[in-house]
């Protein structure tokens, strides 16, 4: 049996380090997006920082969670550009928790 990523104990530190920041920025997309999906309340607060209505915060937040796990799986499977879009994402995200008065470092920023 042979292994994809060949032996794990010759990997370098920065190979592990890079895989560690992967996952860690694909799982944090895909945690957010199925509470998007699932349509948690609390974030409506974020849609009304942009003058969304709560309305349509709720008819928006599948659409923003499949967003988010779309760009999971796409840090992935091929992080080059999705590095740059979480940074982007993040940006707007740390805004509007810092108009919440919350605040608060996501793995991804790691990353950039």
């Keep these: 049996?042979?292994?994809?990523?060949?032996?794990?104990?010759?990997?370098?530190?920065?190979?592990w380090i890079h895989w560690i920041l992967r996952i860690a920025v694909a799982g944090e997309f895909?945690?957010?997006?199925?509470?998007?999906?699932l349509g948690k309340e609390a974030w409506l607060a974020y849609y009304?920082?942009?003058?969304?209505?709560?309305?349509?915060?709720?008819?928006?937040?599948?659409?923003?969670?499949?967003?988010d796990i779309?760009?999971?799986?796409?840090v992935l499977v091929y992080p080059v550009c999705g590095a740059a879009v979480h940074g982007l994402l993040g940006a707007f995200h740390g805004g509007a928790e810092a108009a919440r008065g919350r605040g608060g470092l996501g793995a991804?920023?790691?990353?950039l």
């Design 48 to 67: 009304d920082i942009f003058g969304i209505s709560a309305a349509t915060g709720r008819d928006l937040m599948p659409l923003t969670g499949a967003l």
């Design 1 to 15: 049996m042979t292994r994809l990523a060949g032996n794990l104990s010759d990997k370098s530190r920065e190979w």
């Design 108 to 111: 991804g920023r790691a990353l």
């Design 30 to 37: 895909i945690g957010h997006g199925a509470f998007g999906i």
């Design 70 to 74: 779309a760009l999971g799986v796409l």
